[in-house]
Nanobody, 112 residues
Framework: QVQLVESGGGLVQAGGSLRLSCAVS????????MGWYRQAPGKQRELVAI?????NYADSVKGRFTISRDNAKNSVYLQMNSLKPEDTAVYYC????????WGRGTQVTVSS
């Protein structure tokens, strides 16, 4: 059974940093992409960063967030710097292979 478990969220002041981790357990064959999404209250879930054949970021996080991957640990990370209050959301890890897998999310709250 495949599981994605996010960690690293929390409360941080504006300008601060957090590093999110997503640990993937179980067998996922032929991973096409690994990425991070977020959903703020009252808003739709949106792409933050994705790593597949290429790496892409939402315009709102370019230059501040960095996605990385450790294949040996079956993990994907999101380094978030210069955080802003508008980054407040639940952050979800997503892995796409033959099937689509989501984690349960980790809350990130940025205070002004």
């Amino acid at each position: 059974q495949v599981q994605l478990v996010e960690s690293g969220g929390g409360l941080v002041q504006a300008g601060g940093s957090l590093r999110l981790s997503c640990a993937v357990s179980g067998d996922i064959f032929s991973i096409n992409s690994m990425g991070w999404y977020r959903q703020a209250p009252g808003k739709q879930r949106e792409l933050v960063a994705i790593m597949g054949s290429s790496t892409n970021y939402a315009d709102s996080v370019k230059g501040r967030f960095t996605i990385s991957r450790d294949n040996a640990k079956n993990s994907v990370y999101l380094q978030m710097n210069s955080l802003k209050p508008e980054d407040t959301a639940v952050y979800y890890c997503r892995v796409r292979g033959a099937r689509d897998y989501w984690g349960r999310g980790t809350q990130v709250t940025v205070s002004s």
